[in-house]
């Protein structure tokens, strides 16, 4: 797959080549229990994008083997990553989109896991909206916009949404309940009424509601 044909470095996972893919398994005679659509996957998958190691004078930027494109969903860091290696039973920093893949997949999990009844879309939308801190080019040739994953503000969503949905707010308003008057009282407005007295009663045929007179 070459990057120019999908608008990016590598980043080529679009609308238009997971339908090939689908076209080509039906053609292939390619059997699923379940019916997959392109929504289906462009829902439930994230694209994502290696920033370089922080810096405290300089704003965050992709690193420069980063894919980049119109398809990256976030960015996660990917430079100077502390991970476990097979030689020696150790560990070592590493750099890569390899880094920054599971790390955003890892924070992915957490946010799947407050509520696993979320679906992948549900979770994705999270992922995304809460990643707002923005991630700069480092390719000439890359004018797009990007967003740092934000583990914290995710959880903090997804649990906020459990939340609510464990304890919908009732949104609905009842009208107050007005209390009866002395339909004669009500027919002059201007009776004075200074010398009277204020009278409450109860009524049975008033499913116990008050009304009051003057005497």
Sequence with gaps: VTAREHNGYFAS???????????????????????????????????????????????????????????????????????TVPTGNTYKYLNGTSMAAPLAAGITAMVWSVDQEMT??????????????????????????????????????????????DNPIDESTEAPTEVPTDPTEAEDPSRDLTDYTLLAHFDE???GEAYFTYD
């Excluded at 699923?32 to 994502?48: A, F, G, P």
């Excluded at 879309?121 to 890359?142: H, L, M, R």
């Design 13 to 83: 996972i679009t609308e238009d080549l997971v339908a090939s893919v689908l076209e080509n398994m039906k053609a292939d005679g390619v059997k699923l229990d379940n019916v997959i659509t392109v929504e289906d996957v462009m829902s439930s998958i994230m694209v994502i994008a290696a920033v370089d190691y922080p810096s405290a004078t300089t704003a965050d930027r992709m690193a420069t083997f980063s894919n980049y494109g119109e398809t990256i969903t976030v960015a996660s860091p990917g430079v100077w990553i502390l991970s």
């Design 205 to 207: 045929d008033l499913n």
């Design 120 to 165: 992948a879309a549900e979770v994705k939308d999270i992922v995304v909206s809460t990643a707002v801190q923005p991630v700069y080019p480092s390719q000439v040739a890359d004018s797009g916009t990007y967003y740092l994953i934000d583990a914290c503000a995710a959880v903090e969503k997804a649990l906020n949404i459990l939340a609510e949905k």
